[in-house]
RNA sequence: GCGGGCGUGGCGGAACUGGUAUACGCGCAGGACUUAAAAUCCUGUGUCCUAGUGACAUGUGGGUUCGAGUCCCACCGCCCGCACCA
């Protein structure tokens, strides 16, 4: 039996496809246009079955979208710099840029191997000059904007990757990439200044409405609003020291009489000046620094204080005095790194009030019940009250209500210049600089005499020595010998240029707007910009939740106000795909081993493939992300090689939702491949004589044989509601429903009986229908199936087939009857049938009179063309 | 700890706003073709039994309803995010 030739029909249609330039994207005319978007790769090496997942996803958006009318941009690029590529220049001695450029080449033809319709006119690397250059521009830009800045701050510094990393980098106090604990450095630093949209970025999220709610929860999270108030402590210093006015944020500012200590993180500034002439605090401020911030030592970490001697005063009851504390559970980067503690209503404030001796004094007390009035029998043993209640012990707050005595206190706050009303985010600003060689140099000049100042434009842009030495510790810029010399723009004195780099994220944080037009000298037009942006549709994975989306948007607001594009948002819809998984497979050893070193003997049992016999028995793991450190990887290109690119496409597609986890099996890929050989066959193959290229587009006058062949009609049914279901699958993206309606349909015409003119021109109708919802899911099989049935035009340029509305439309409905809930039999009748008659029908039915039993009828329940219920 | 999501056959998963649970695929079993195998095709396949127009089945236990996989409450398990955030 002959079988598909993919390689041939992909390789032919692949070549077709560009000879004709199907896919390339302009602006302009009367469609209205469609910007899909993957997540552009880091070019690693090799494409991966993630790759594979992603871009299969958007290549049927991409090609359904257009066979639907639109005039879509799906273009695809490089997020080229990065540490890896250093990493491979000191293991293999190959430059940074060289070593991109050859995986560049590999994946690009690995991409296209998958017959993906991109503009590849459009394509882009983020390490080109030519795409760098515009983001330094930005930055200053930026700068003048203020919307970036310089300070000297604590960061997280990772020691294996010798650069700093941003918070959203660091994960469980590793870093995101290396898994080195990491360390507190105090450096000078570039930041954006991303706090300047915290509200905006959080009431935006509310517009994103064909976002994932739980990505929009997670940015939620993360900038974390809370409302509340900042007060002042004033306090005097030690020995008649200087005295000051401690600040402090709360969201409980109600339960100020409640409070009992104040305490401030350990790297205060206060902290440090209390320190000078105080030893044990200053080993305290270092036993608090050394404690690390791996997850283990954060758990357990006992709240531990150091008393400063120094008293604070109440703000509301000038002759209380409160103990001032350093303590380790207080972050300096948090509010204003300072603290008033109320043990009877914060969980981590009782217990170190319990640890220090301090006072528990109650202010909020449960409501009044029968049971148990408002008294002074309410105690605090070790759980703190924090639920809402009634004011006690709170002078003028007395009898009110938490929140009524939260606006209560507010608003003497100023009065009594005890503070002010303040909402306070956990989103903290970016930090950007990089102590790394393969990024985007910082464009600007360090003068001893003018400080900071920008590279002229004209200058732009600052380009990446060649013969950095990347082997030596430190970062490679700092130590090139000539590099970062420079005159100063302004004085003209020697001067030094800033030798750190931008995080990564930088260049991912625009690359959706030079798509619009890649190669204008400017980061993009305006025009192309309005006309393309915001992007569509956007594809990716859920790593990317925080980092790279809230990065974008921040961007996007950040380029508005420097008057580049008129848009918030960049990614009107996205999508995030799950992961790729596979089995994980153990030898007798515990050692890893590759799925094709693996022979399959049953369920859950494996052996070392070794020779006829089959070597020793494997331990067949549960199915886990694959990842290299596993080995339960499958190469894409071999899959690709031996089933072709439709098959994987297919695989990709059917088996799960696209949000959800997708398992790759072996019988999978199989399955897949099976349907497209079946497919193949019914096309190249059919029952009858004739090819399906011979019969025309003439439709046989099926009315007069419809009593005679009901199957055709039927079947002729089965083909639009199909066309029907499958559009509206696609629309919600439940591809894997939309490729088992097809299955189904596939099914349906093998079933169909006949050979006359009419059943032939069904059986082709419906495979023409088959061919072209299958389009965007397996592009050159359908391509190739098209031409087989005779047509001359390209699949690629045939609109989406419309579904006929009155073959949608049943004249009779399977009604299901029931018995007290109980199914008990099924009646055929016309559609929106009299209800009396239909309950007559149902009731005459022996199984039903059965289940009735005599018993009297209490109540018959109908809903039309559903079902009937009885109830006895 | 807090927040979110998910639990449906041997497996991946269907089931629109409560209305015939298990579509489609995988796997398995039997059969056809073949000297044989592969490939292909056909048939069957939730569980149980007394085999029926039967009973029981959507993590567990309750509830609402004529009717619950779907809604409500409690619990169990798994996954993800955040985590001393004042």
């Avoid at 005097?236 to 100020?256: A, C, M, Q, S, W």
């Avoid at 910009?529 to 607001?557: C, K, M, N």
């Avoid at 190739?784 to 509305?805: C, K, Q, R, V």
């Avoid at 199914?823 to 059965?850: H, I, Y």
Wanted: charged share 25%.
């Amino acid at each position: 039996m002959s079988r598909y030739n993919f390689k041939q029909a992909e390789a032919k249609w692949q070549s077709v496809w560009e000879d004709r330039g199907c896919f390339a994207a302009g602006e302009g005319g009367d469609k209205p246009k469609y910007y899909v978007l993957e997540m552009f790769p880091y070019p690693s090496g090799r494409i991966h079955m993630g790759h594979v997942r992603n871009y299969t996803l958007g290549d049927v958006v991409a090609r359904y979208k257009r066979a639907r009318g639109f005039n879509v941009l799906h273009p695809m690029g490089w997020d080229a710099f990065g540490l890896p590529a250093e990493n491979a220049a000191k293991e293999n001695k190959v430059r940074p840029a060289r070593w991109t450029e050859q995986n560049i080449a590999t994946m690009r033809e690995q991409l296209k191997s998958m017959g993906l319709s991109y503009d590849w006119s459009r394509e882009i690397a983020t390490c080109d000059p030519d795409y760098y250059r515009h983001e330094q521009k930005m930055f200053l830009d930026f700068l003048k904007q203020g919307l970036v800045y310089r300070k000297e701050s604590w960061v997280n510094w990772d020691p294996v990757e010798n650069t700093v990393l941003a918070n959203e980098q660091v994960i469980d106090g590793k870093g995101w990439r290396s898994g080195a604990n990491v360390e507190n450095r105090l450096l000078s630093q570039w930041f954006m200044k991303i706090t300047a949209f915290s509200e905006e970025l959080l009431q935006d999220l509310e517009t994103l409405d064909r976002w994932p709610a739980r990505v929009r929860l997670m940015q939620e999270k993360w900038i974390g609003r809370s409302e509340g108030a900042y007060m002042f402590f004033d306090f005097d210093g030690r020995n008649g020291g200087k005295g000051g006015r401690l600040e402090v944020f709360t969201t409980r500012p109600d339960t100020i009489f409640g409070a009992s200590f104040c305490a401030i993180a350990a790297n205060h500034p206060l902290s440090q000046d209390l320190s000078e002439d105080d030893a044990d605090l200053r080993a305290f401020i270092t036993e608090c620094g050394s404690a690390g911030t791996s997850e283990a030592a954060i758990e357990t970490a006992e709240k531990i204080g150091y008393d400063t001697g120094v008293r604070v005063r109440h703000p509301f009851d000038d002759e209380r005095t409160l103990p001032l504390y350093v303590a380790n559970f207080v972050l300096m980067e948090y509010g204003t790194g300072a603290i008033f503690g109320c043990p009877a209503h914060d969980q981590r404030d009782l217990e170190f009030a319990r640890k220090y001796g301090l006072d528990v004094l109650p202010v909020v007390a449960p409501r009044e019940t029968p049971q148990e009035p408002i008294g002074e029998s309410f105690v605090i043993e070790d759980e703190a009250f924090t639920d809402d209640g009634v004011l006690i012990n709170s002078a003028f707050l007395d009898g009110l209500g938490v929140e009524e005595a939260k606006s209560a206190i507010i608003e003497r706050l100023d009065a009594a210049d005890a503070g002010r009303p303040g909402v306070n985010y956990r989103l903290r600003d970016w930090g950007i600089s990089r102590q790394r060689y393969w990024g985007c140099p910082i464009p600007v000049i360090h003068c001893p005499d003018c400080g900071i100042v920008p590279v002229p434009e004209e200058d732009l842009p600052v380009v990446l020595p060649e013969d950095a030495d990347l082997e030596a510790p430190g970062n490679p810029l700092d130590n090139h010998p000539t590099w970062k010399d420079a005159d100063c723009p302004a004085c003209g004195k020697p001067a030094r240029r800033e030798t750190d780099t931008f995080d990564t994220f930088f260049e991912s944080s625009w690359y959706f707007a030079r798509f619009c037009s890649p190669h204008a000298d400017t980061a993009f037009t305006r025009e192309a910009a309005d006309y393309w942006l915001p992007v569509d549709q956007y594809i990716g994975g859920i790593e990317h939740a925080v980092l790279h989306l809230l990065y974008s948007r921040f961007f996007t607001r950040a380029l508005k106000q420097c008057g580049y594009l008129g848009i918030k948002e960049p990614f009107e819809g996205l999508l995030t795909q799950g992961m790729v998984c596979h089995e994980t497979y153990r030898d007798e050893n515990g050692k890893w081993l590759y799925p094709d070193e693996v022979e399959i003997t049953g369920d859950k049992s494996a052996r070392v493939l070794d020779g006829p016999q089959g070597g020793s028995a494997v331990t067949v793991g549960r199915s886990e992300k694959m990842s290299k450190s596993r080995k339960n990887v499958v190469d894409p290109e071999s899959i690709i090689e031996t089933y072709g690119a439709d098959t994987a496409r297919l695989f990709m597609l059917s088996d799960s939702p696209p949000d959800r986890d997708l398992d790759w099996t072996e019988a999978g890929i199989e399955g897949a491949w099976r349907y497209v050989n079946r497919l193949w066959r019914l096309v190249n193959a059919p029952d009858s004589k004739k090819p399906f290229s011979k019969f025309g587009a003439t439709r046989p006058d099926m009315k007069a044989d419809e009593k005679e062949f009901p199957g055709l009609i039927f079947t002729l049914k089965e083909i639009h509601k199909t066309i029907s279901k499958v559009t509206e699958d696609l629309e919600r993206f439940h591809f894997n429903k939309a490729v088992a309606r097809i299955r189904e349909l596939t099914n349906t015409l093998d079933d169909l009986a006949g050979n006359d003119d009419s059943a032939a021109w069904v059986r082709r109708h419906g495979l023409e229908a088959i061919v072209l919802l299958l389009g965007p899911m397996m592009p050159h099989l359908t391509e190739e199936l098209w031409h087989s049935l005779g047509h001359e035009t390209l699949l690629a340029d045939t609109p989406w087939p419309e579904a006929e509305a009155d073959l949608l439309v049943e004249e009779t409905v399977t009604i299901a009857v029931q018995v007290n809930g109980k199914l008990r039999g099924t009646l055929d009748l016309p559609k929106d049938s009299d209800d009396q008659m239909a309950e007559t029908a149902a009731l005459a039915l022996e199984n039903v009179t059965a289940a009735i039993a005599g018993k009297p009828i209490r109540k018959v329940i109908i809903v039309p063309n559903r079902i009937i219920n009885v109830v006895v």
